[in-house]
Every structure is written in C-alpha cells, then in structure tokens.
C-alpha cells in the first residue's frame, strides 16, 4: 500500500470515529478532534471563501514604477546600459594633443524587468537589448519576455539601482543617460589569447639568449624546492590559459555622446572584444 493510499485511509478512519467534527460547514474555520482521543490531526473545512482577501493581495503587488524627474542625490545609483564596442579612433583637442578614443554602441536597450524590495526584496532593473528570434531562445526566455510584454532580447542583464532610480517597463535607454565629461566603469569579457608561456603571459625575462641556455630559452626556471617543502605553491605563475575573462576598467572618461547613432566616445582603450559578442 502505498503512502498516499494510508494517508487517506487514516483521515477517513479519524472522520468515522469523530462524526461531529465532519458535518458540512460552508466556514473555513479550522477544527480539531477532541482532547477525548489521543489523535492531535487538525482539519480544515473545504470552502469556496478566499482565505485572503485578493483585493489585498492585488494592492501589494500593484506597485506602479512612473518616469518622472527627479533629483539625484549622492547617495543615487542609477542603472547601466549594454553596449557594443565598434573599434577605435583618435580626435585632437584644440591643443593639439592626439586623444585616444573608443567607440561603444548602444543597441536599443530597455528595461525588461523591475525588480522591487516588496516582491524580490532588492531593488534593480534588468536592461535588455538587442534582437533575437523566437527560435534562437529557450521556451523560459520567450515566456519571460512575453510576461513583461517588451520584444525578445539578445542579451539581458541586471543593474542593482537605488529607489529613486527605478524605470517602468517597456522604456527605452539611450546615450542621453549619460553625458560628456561623466566618468564611468565599463565591464566586459578580454580577448582569449589560448595556452600562452610565462613570457607573454607574466613578463618573465626568460633565460639567457645566447651560452649556458640550450633550447629554454623561454623557459620559466624553477618552480619549486628540494626536500623543503618539496612541492610547487599554490598561485605559481605559470604558463597557461590567457585572456578570456571578466575585467572592469574603472573611471573612463566620456568624450562625446551621438544621439542620431546611439554611440558613446570614451576616452582611452578597453581591453574587451570587439563585436557583438562582448
């Protein structure tokens, strides 16, 4: 027999010893057999009144997100944006002097979802952006755009944001959330340079180039002791897999903003990919 089966069994054996306590009742008290017996089960009536009033419940979670103006305080953290890196390029000053720069496209971000302290208890916005097929994305990303109503998105990602800088769904961000001479932190993935030695991928200055060195030239040296400890430590530098990885690049600089193009100038270089795949 199994558990499900001796479940009901044993509710329908303490209903037949206590006929009192099952009469309909269209209530949704909760009831309990007397202290007569030695069974301590609780039962609960089946109603067709709520529990909870939905009114309440609708009220909770209705919260409406308005982009309205405001001011921003120190304390204020406003949301990113997703952007594509297009190359690099240089302007001149009225100096003279050569400025290095970058270009970042902005490829139509939204905000696809709002996340607040009352139902995921913290406060940030997911920003879409891009476009992508219905057949290149899973069953659970097409539901969940189809759930926040917005257009299916290449890429997603979640920016924490105080209160005052909360966006309804739906709206759209472009290059005029920033403006020149702001200083910003950019985060992407760098370039995969593969399996490098400890030359390229530490600086070693390697072995000498011409007597007492045959065939290591680019070796490493030593790496560890004799008999004390007798082992390599862990975090050696050692060749191995370079590049490929999640790095910021703190206080760049914006240069100029093009809203006709949705580009961002910043100044200086970023070590992240170049193309849509950043």
Same mark, same amino acid.
């Given at each position: ?6 479940? *009901? ?44 009033? &939905? ?5 909770? $979670?209705?919260? #409406? @997100? ?15 944006? /997703? ?14 002097? $050569? #400025?290095?720069?970058? +270009?970042?496209? +902005?490829?139509?971000? *939204? ?15 997911? /920003? =879409? ?12 990303? +097409? ?5 926040? !109503? ?18 309804? #769904?739906?709206?759209?961000? =472009? ?8 200083? #910003?932190? +950019?985060?992407? @993935? ?21 007597? =007492? ?6 070796? @490493? ?13 862990? !975090? $050696?530098?050692?060749? &191995? $897999? ?14 100029? /903003? ?13 070590? *992240?990919?170049? &193309?849509?795949?950043?």
């Amino acid at each position: 027999m199994s558990a499900l089966s001796r479940g *009901i069994i044993s509710r329908l054996r303490l209903l037949s010893l206590n006929p009192a306590t099952s009469s309909s009742s269209s209530s949704s008290t909760c009831t309990a057999i007397p202290a007569t017996t030695s069974y301590s089960h609780f039962f609960r009536c089946f109603s067709s009144e709520a529990l909870v009033d &939905g009114a309440e419940i609708a009220e909770d $979670r209705s919260r #409406v @997100i308005e982009a309205k103006p405001g001011v921003m305080t120190p304390q204020s953290k406003r949301t990113g944006v /997703i952007a594509v890196k297009c190359g690099m390029s240089a302007r001149w000053d009225k100096w003279g002097a $050569r #400025v290095p720069i970058t +270009v970042l496209w +902005v490829d139509d971000n *939204i905000v696809s979802q709002v996340k607040t302290p009352e139902k995921e208890g913290i406060s940030a916005l997911q /920003i =879409g952006c891009g476009q992508k097929k219905a057949k290149h994305l899973t069953k659970p990303e +097409v539901g969940h755009f189809r759930a926040q !109503g917005v257009p299916l998105k290449r890429k997603l990602r979640e920016f924490p944001v105080t209160e005052d800088a909360l966006l309804p #769904v739906g709206m759209s961000i =472009g290059v005029r959330h920033f403006v020149p001479g702001q200083y #910003v932190d +950019v985060t992407g @993935i760098t370039r995969g340079k593969g399996f490098q030695g400890g030359m390229k991928r530490h600086g070693f200055r390697g072995m000498p180039a011409s007597h =007492g060195a045959s065939k290591s030239h680019r070796s @490493i040296g030593s790496t560890g002791q004799r008999d004390d400890a007798g082992r390599v430590f862990k !975090g $050696r530098k050692m060749p &191995g $897999r370079m590049g490929g990885k999640q790095r910021t690049v703190k206080n760049v600089w914006i240069y100029k /903003i093009d809203p006709a193009r949705n580009l961002i100038w910043v100044r200086g270089q970023l070590a *992240i990919l170049t &193309g849509p795949r950043c």
